[in-house]
């Protein structure tokens, strides 16, 4: 479920301002503040089931969205490169400054 729920969370974080409103709100509070199917629904005077519906359809959405898009995916890799750069580069190049001020610039994009 954490796999999950982390992955939902990175879909969330780069799909977001492609979901509506009410999609925003059921995701956010669901996955990052950890409401359960009944507390969102009590808040916006919905069935849990409306809510359960909601939920699953945008995260069919995200999944859509990454498949076609490939954000999270491509996030991942250059994570992936940028950690193998930087552990060339303090095995290779310990003393190089510059060449680990540029891999932190880079590193602050992400």
């Given at each position: 479920m954490l796999e999950k729920t982390t992955r939902m969370n990175y879909l969330y974080d780069f799909y977001q301002s492609l979901l509506t409103p009410k999609q925003r709100n059921y995701m956010s509070l669901y996955y990052l503040d950890d409401y359960s199917l009944g507390e969102i629904a009590?808040?916006?005077?919905v069935s849990r089931q409306a809510v359960y519906d909601n939920i699953k359809r945008t995260e069919a959405m995200l999944e859509d969205y990454e498949q076609k898009l490939l954000l999270f995916q491509k996030f991942q890799q250059r994570h992936k490169l940028l950690h193998r750069l930087k552990t060339h580069i303090a095995e290779r190049y310990p003393n190089d400054e510059e060449?680990?001020?540029?891999?932190?610039?880079?590193?602050k994009l992400e």
């Open positions: 009590e808040e916006y005077e060449l680990m001020k540029l891999v932190l610039e880079l590193e």
